[in-house]
């Protein structure tokens, strides 16, 4: 591979972003590559902590801003807008890959993009299941995508049922883990310093919209933040994403303001989060972190609702519904010590080396930018 590969990465929120990280910096300092980010959504609205500014830190290269944000009641909005800022800077630096993560319309946005410009496109966590319309968006990605660089076998399975081909598909895991089982997370007092937390002892909540069940989320909400209340424990509260339902999550937040039980966040750097996850007593809401980077850190999580039910569940995961009493009921049962670390089932924090191991074979530049349905 001779030719210097231009590769454009697109993030749009700080939970893909905590995922590509580990391979836009590899690839940064790989001679045979040159690395674009295209960075919009949330990063840069300031009510979710206009964090842009986390990416800068990492002095990347070549950092590109594109606001896409219309209002939450309209994502079909913020994805035309979404394309059309995309194409824009694809036709301006013309990459040979374009890069997307997981399930948002910033991803979809640039599979679209990729897709209809003959540009190959690689997803990075397709063949998972979330439900919500979160799953509809992942699988469209990976129908749009040419290389799939998977977190298990499972989600490798899951593509070649979709017609994928075996070929394309690289288990790589979960990239995150690569910066969860890293030696270089900043101490538990660093991170407590730098967000002003005062608590000795505390659980992280965070909980996030489920689209298709907007017309009950001020409730799901408020029963939500009053469990919490009456739970009397101390909380590490983080905003929710952008999705349709937000603000009345966010609005429910407001009588926390008060409250010497909670320190609410609009966001936090990734690396900061892993090492609060990690000295947690447990984790209460509806994030992906709570059945995928809690249990690699023995923390328990309660999971609450249907926005995970379809995720890989087990022993460190207790589910329980949108009532106050149940929610309450769970975090009083809940025993807070750190279970075993048994679970490996997304890699071993390896996944940027296989990465640009892939990357940097020619087989995976030979592949056909025509896909065509495999019958498996």
């Not at 995928?292 to 328990?300: F, H, Q, S, T, V």
């Not at 609702?305 to 929610?327: A, E, M, P, S």
């Amino acid at each position: 591979m001779s030719k210097i590969k231009k590769i454009l990465f697109l993030t749009g929120t700080r939970a893909d972003f905590g995922k590509i990280k580990p391979l836009i910096q590899i690839l940064e300092n790989d001679k045979g590559f040159e690395v674009f980010i295209f960075v919009t959504g949330m990063h840069l609205q300031e009510e979710y902590g206009y964090t842009l500014i986390e990416i800068e830190r990492c002095n990347f290269k070549n950092i590109h801003t594109f606001h896409n944000h219309t209002h939450e009641t309209t994502m079909d909005l913020t994805l035309a807008k979404t394309i059309e800022g995309f194409s824009g800077y694809v036709k301006q630096i013309k990459p040979d890959l374009i890069v997307v993560h997981g399930d948002r319309a910033e991803a979809l946005s640039g599979a679209i993009v990729g897709s209809l410009n003959n540009i190959l496109v690689a997803h990075i966590e397709g063949g998972e299941l979330s439900g919500t319309i979160d799953e509809l968006i992942r699988h469209s990605v990976s129908k749009l995508s040419h290389i799939h660089f998977v977190s298990s076998n499972n989600a490798k399975k899951r593509l070649v049922q979709m017609g994928e081909m075996s070929e394309s598909i690289y288990v790589i895991g979960s990239p995150d883990i690569d910066i969860m089982l890293s030696k270089n997370l900043p101490a538990i007092e660093s991170v407590k310093e730098y967000y002003e937390i005062p608590f000795d002892n505390f659980a992280i909540a965070m909980f996030h919209p489920i689209t298709t069940e907007n017309d009950k989320m001020l409730k799901y909400a408020e029963n939500f933040t009053q469990a919490l209340i009456e739970s009397n424990k101390k909380y590490v509260v983080i905003y929710p994403n952008n999705d349709l339902g937000s603000s009345c999550i966010i609005k429910c937040y407001e009588k926390l303001s008060q409250n010497l039980n909670f320190r609410v966040l609009p966001s936090l750097r990734f690396e900061y989060f892993l090492t609060l996850l990690k000295n947690s007593e447990f984790i209460i809401g509806n994030s992906s972190a709570g059945v995928r980077e809690a249990p690699y850190y023995g923390i328990k999580t309660i999971n609450i609702g249907t926005r995970q039910q379809n995720r890989v569940q087990n022993d460190f995961i207790l589910n329980c519904d949108y009532n106050k009493t149940t929610i309450l009921k769970a975090i009083s049962g809940i025993k807070f010590q750190k279970l075993q670390i048994l679970i490996k089932s997304f890699g071993k924090g390896n996944s940027a080396s296989k990465f640009l191991e892939s990357l940097s074979s020619q087989k995976l530049w030979d592949l056909n930018h025509q896909k065509q349905f495999i019958d498996s």
